[in-house]
């Protein structure tokens, strides 16, 4: 599933769908999210109400056919749906069946705010893809793993496992030392080693990265080694923390989805952690 915003910021976004319908082969539901009519509108403009949707649905499919060529136009569906954008989202993301959405993240009007992202991403029932749309993504030759020393979890190696298999990446798990002790003993060489072992059992291509940093913060070295790649991904678990009001990804996750140029993909601790068709004697 892919949220197309209207007019020329929903391009780039289109065009990553487009990307990844045809590396992986699913079929693509396509959302616009429209204001929801006033009840004035509703009751008293119904006829109208309906006639503006079938515009938008048109117009909606002129858009696409722009891009798409038309011998694979039929592997999307599009939809139109009426309300705010989080709670449609998430409505989706819970009776929609799909296996990640992907929504932009430049913080224009018909996208979500970054607190309305990051609630999205800690409460959907399906993993989120998060694209820069200024950095357009034709290929996935690296996905990196950034490694929280919290963070021993395998539902990030099933997709890990699935993306590198699919397009024959690389995978290079990278996490940040600010302790002045040897790497070999820290936990985090520890915790990036064991991912690395249970990858390579897998017959996928991955090396370890620990960077030494006292200066910054761990998600900025982290940014720091994300950026210089130009064609990859980034796989992350989300952390949970509750509060009195909500449930939020915690803060070096947030950093990750907000400040990377690449793709963010990530997963949230109640997922079901596989891939559709995904198998591990593959």
């Known amino acids: 599933m892919a949220l197309i915003p209207p007019g020329e910021e ?10 990844f319908q045809q590396s992986l082969g699913m079929r693509v539901f396509l959302y616009r999210i429209l204001e929801k009519p006033s009840f004035f509108q509703r009751i008293f403009q119904a006829n109208e109400a309906k006639n503006e949707r079938a515009r938008a649905l048109k117009n909606f499919h002129e858009f696409a056919s722009a891009i798409i060529p038309n011998d694979l136009i039929n592997n999307f569906t599009y939809r139109i749906k009426y309300g705010g954008i989080l709670e449609v989202l998430l409505r989706q993301s819970k009776k929609g069946g799909y296996e990640f959405i992907i929504v932009g993240k430049d913080g224009s009007k018909n996208c979500l705010e970054p607190t309305e992202l990051d609630k999205l991403i800690s409460r959907s029932s399906c993993p989120i893809m998060t694209i820069n749309k200024k950095h357009a993504l034709n290929e996935i030759k690296t996905i990196v793993i950034p490694v929280d020393i919290s963070q021993t979890t395998q539902k ?7 993306f590198a298999k699919k397009y024959r990446a690389k995978v290079i ?9 040897d790497l070999k003993k820290s936990l985090a ?8 072992h249970m990858l ?11 960077i030494k ?37 915690g803060n070096f996750v947030s ?6 140029k690449i793709p963010v ?12 068709d995904f198998e591990l004697n593959e």
């Open 173 to 181: 798990i990278v996490s940040a030392l600010s302790l002045n002790i």
């Open 265 to 276: 993909f990530t997963v949230n601790r109640f997922l079901y952690p596989m891939p559709v």
């Open 200 to 210: 390579s059992q897998r017959d996928i291509d991955c090396e370890v990265t620990i």
């Open 189 to 196: 060489w520890r915790n990036a080693e064991k991912l690395k």
């Open 213 to 249: 940093e006292k200066e910054k913060a761990k998600h900025e070295v982290i940014l720091d080694c994300i950026n210089k790649i130009n064609q990859g991904l980034v796989i992350i678990r989300t952390h949970q923390k509750s509060n009195m009001k909500d449930t939020q990804i």
């Open 156 to 162: 990030k190696l099933l997709w890990a496992t699935y």
């Open 255 to 260: 950093n990750i989805v907000h400040g990377s």
């Open 10 to 19: 929903g391009i780039p976004v289109l065009q990553q769908a487009f990307f």
